[in-house]
């Protein structure tokens, strides 16, 4: 049979907590001590209002920044592509090296040429 072990701990559930960093971002902060907590780089806490609009801003800001990355290497790929098959390689060993997916190009020599002059 096993007792459970008194301790000095307070019996209440986690309290949460919302801060705002001055470097911009956020932190979510759940507490079981019963304390305020103490932040571990420069900022303060806020309301979960406050938490929540500047998170909402923070997903945002995230999204569009994975879709700029995801558009340049779309574009990156397909030039690639296209300077690989203007060289004369096979389409399927082009889109193998360059990495494009996307649908063939209508006029890969003219594209190709474009991409090469871009460079």
């Given at each position: 049979?096993?007792?459970?072990?008194?301790?000095?701990?307070?019996?209440?559930g986690?309290v949460?907590?919302?801060?705002?960093?001055?470097?911009?971002s956020?932190g979510?902060?759940?507490?079981?001590?019963g304390?305020?907590p103490v932040?571990?780089?420069?900022?303060?806490?806020?309301?979960?209002?406050?938490y929540?609009s500047?998170?909402e801003e923070?997903?945002?800001a995230?999204?569009?920044?994975?879709?700029?990355?995801?558009a340049?290497?779309?574009?990156?790929t397909?030039?690639?592509?296209?300077?690989?098959?203007?060289?004369g390689?096979?389409?399927?060993t082009?889109?193998r090296?360059?990495g494009?997916?996307g649908?063939e190009?209508?006029?890969?020599?003219?594209a190709?040429?474009?991409?090469?002059?871009?460079k």
């Open positions: 049979m096993t007792f459970p072990i008194p301790t000095d701990e307070p019996e209440t986690p949460t907590y919302w801060a705002l960093y001055e470097d911009g956020a979510l902060i759940k507490s079981t001590t304390e305020e932040l571990t780089k420069p900022g303060r806490l806020v309301d979960e209002a406050e929540t500047r998170a923070l997903k945002a995230n999204e569009a920044y994975v879709a700029q990355l995801q340049e290497d779309e574009q990156r397909r030039e690639d592509y296209l300077a690989l098959r203007a060289a390689v096979p389409e399927a082009a889109r090296m360059s494009y997916t649908p190009p209508e006029e890969p020599q003219a190709a040429a474009t991409a090469t002059a871009k």
